[in-house]
């Protein structure tokens, strides 16, 4: 054996094993938080109708956009040097940046909810939602605490605890918006979404009980907090306009409560495709900056290559499939009042395949290159304002469903520039086509059966038909290596015992036939 090379292989076991450990509770706390909120548009799609349903959704946007600009990047800073100081063995550090950075949140978000006040006095349905926009700024409040408490514990890496909050936010939400949008309509909706972060948002308390008074912040380290809280900041301000739901706001002024809705549809059901990236969201960010706060930079770049092969493999497929079934299985979700949703759903649910690309994200913030995301976010911001003025008003859904996805994938395309030409790190973009196309193929004949015989019964069969092909494809290809295959059984044993028999079935199959 070669000196050293034990150690090695013993760390990047250790490595390895503590990502799937963190991908498996990642796994479970976004599968809760993603299906309750898909369970309450339903609800909320199907008592209220397009009109209402298009309000709730509105304000709730309203109350997030607030939140971005209010924050100030605190919460993914908090996750950040958290896990950094973590990583480098300094916890008590980490509790009180914790402490700190809550009572700087608490005294941004009062400033939030003076903000959301004014906008309500202001609009021009005050009268009409007196009730509504008072039980959405309750809720304002309580999702600030429920976001910043959820960073909180991803930046310590507890993501089993995160997995049961959201299961039981989850159960909150869908029970309170089933109760309060039935007796109350448009207010109780939203006072059921507030059900739904009453519990984390209490939890956060512990932020400051539990904190060190002994213990401050260097001055060096707090240069560096501020400084990546405000490029943060930026960055998220900027993407609410990329990658955010910032057509909204335009299709409510341009053609109302009911293009809202059709959008919003295609946004929950592009949010189902992606909870297949259920066992990497949630957790990269952490991890990568807990192994950049050890300098293993080798061990970083090779998990983030992986991750993104994983992302896209699992993606692709689902995302193509989904929107290929989408004429017929939309209306039976949402009722045939939803039909003209089904084109921008097809598109929407199509581009956000590119969620592949939040590991690359995942990366820059933690290796604080949050310069370069700010930049970049606002070319994007000025392309999407400009679709936004021109496209929406002449093309109402469809236009803004087309313009977002063209214009996040130029954001893409830059990123990966930086990645290759400034970082000097591979990106694995003959892997990711080469997905794509073997994922797009069996998608596209379903899409021709199911227009040919617009069979509900036929979705199942055609979902497992052109997965299979799809596997198929990508096995002869060779697209995929084979540790791939093995890292997600070794995240699926945690989490779903069927899951890991299938990737283990398909990687020994892979075995046996190289």
């Known amino acids: 054996m070669i000196p050293g090379e034990g150690g090695e292989a013993k760390s990047t076991g250790a490595a390895s094993s503590s990502l799937t450990s963190k991908s498996a509770w990642s796994a479970s706390a976004t599968l809760c938080s993603g299906l309750g909120r898909l369970v309450a548009g339903i609800l909320i799609a199907r008592l209220l109708g397009p009109d209402g349903a298009g309000r709730v959704v509105y304000l709730l946007w309203l109350s997030d956009t607030v939140a971005t600009f209010a924050n100030f990047g605190f919460q993914t800073t908090l996750t950040r040097f958290s896990a950094d100081l973590r990583g480098q063995g300094k916890p008590h550090q980490a509790a009180f940046l914790a402490r700190w950075v809550f009572l700087r949140s608490i005294a941004l978000m009062l400033a939030g909810l003076g903000v959301l006040g004014t906008i309500a006095l202001f609009s021009g349905d005050w009268r009409a939602l007196h009730s509504a926009w008072m039980v959405l700024t ?77 213990v401050d912040l260097k001055p060096s380290l707090r ?98 499939l989904l929107a290929a079934v989408t004429p017929v299985l939309l209306p039976r979700i949402y009722g045939k009042s939803f039909t003209p949703a089904v084109a921008p759903a097809i598109v929407t649910i199509a581009f956000s395949v590119m969620g592949f690309a939040s590991a690359g994200s995942s990366v820059l913030y933690a290796m604080e290159r949050t310069r370069f995301i700010a930049l970049a976010g606002l070319l994007g911001a000025v392309l999407s304002v400009m679709a936004c003025f021109t496209v929406i008003p002449q093309a109402g859904a469809v236009g803004a469903a087309w313009s977002r996805g063209i ?93 890991a028999g299938s990737f283990r079935y398909v990687a020994t199959w892979k075995r046996q036939s190289t």
Not at 236 to 242: G, K
Not at 275 to 303: A, C, D, K, W, Y
Not at 426 to 439: D, E, F, L, T, W
Not at 461 to 474: A, M
């Open 407 to 499: 214009v996040q994938f130029l954001m893409i395309a830059i990123t990966v520039w930086y990645f290759l030409m400034r970082l000097h790190m591979a990106y694995p973009i003959k892997a990711i086509v080469q997905i794509a196309s073997c994922a797009a193929f069996p998608s596209l004949a379903a899409y021709a059966v199911l227009r040919w015989q617009p069979n509900p019964v036929m979705i199942p069969i055609l979902l497992l038909i052109g997965g299979g092909v799809y596997l198929i494809l990508i096995h002869v290809l060779r697209v995929m290596p084979e540790e791939d295959y093995f890292a997600l059984v070794r995240g699926a044993e945690r989490f779903s015992s069927a899951a």
């Open 138 to 214: 309750v809720y304002y409040c309580l999702q600030g605490l429920n976001l910043l408490y959820q960073a909180f514990l991803a930046g310590c890496q507890r993501f089993a605890l995160i997995a049961r909050v959201n299961l039981a936010s989850g159960l909150l939400l869908v029970a309170g918006v089933a109760v309060g949008t039935y007796a109350f309509g448009v207010p109780g909706a939203i006072g059921g979404y507030l059900a739904g972060v009453a519990l984390p948002a209490f939890l956060s308390l512990s932020m400051v009980r539990t904190a060190p008074c002994d």
């Open 223 to 320: 240069r560096r907090v501020w400084s990546y809280a405000f490029y943060t900041w930026l960055a998220a301000v900027i993407s609410a306009f990329v990658w955010s739901r910032m057509e909204l706001f335009f299709l409510k002024h341009y053609w109302g409560a009911h293009e809202v809705a059709m959008f919003s549809v295609g946004l929950s059901l592009a949010a189902l495709a992606q909870q297949s990236m259920i066992f990497f969201s949630g957790f990269l960010m952490p991890h990568f900056s807990e192994l950049h706060g050890r300098q293993e930079m080798v061990t970083l770049q090779n998990q983030y290559a992986r991750v993104t092969r994983l992302m896209a493999f699992i993606l692709a497929p689902t995302c193509f």
